[in-house]
């Protein structure tokens, strides 16, 4: 029997590259995936992919959007 993957709320999307790099649970969980790649990534829900919720820079830091 395979197991379960983790259901994942948040993607982490590298802008630079064009790709999603990883998926998260949490949004802390995005975030801390996020800074770990070292370039700029915008965070959005999985089930939205069209809104982004945070972008992460490595130079300005996270950034919020409403």
Known sequence: MLAKAPRAKYDVWLVNFG???ASASTMEEA???ARKTGFQCNIFKS???FKIVKT???INGVRSYG
């Open 31 to 33: 975030v801390r995936k």
């Open 56 to 58: 992460v820079c490595p």
């Open 47 to 49: 089930n939205d992919p």
């Open 19 to 21: 790709y999603t790099c």
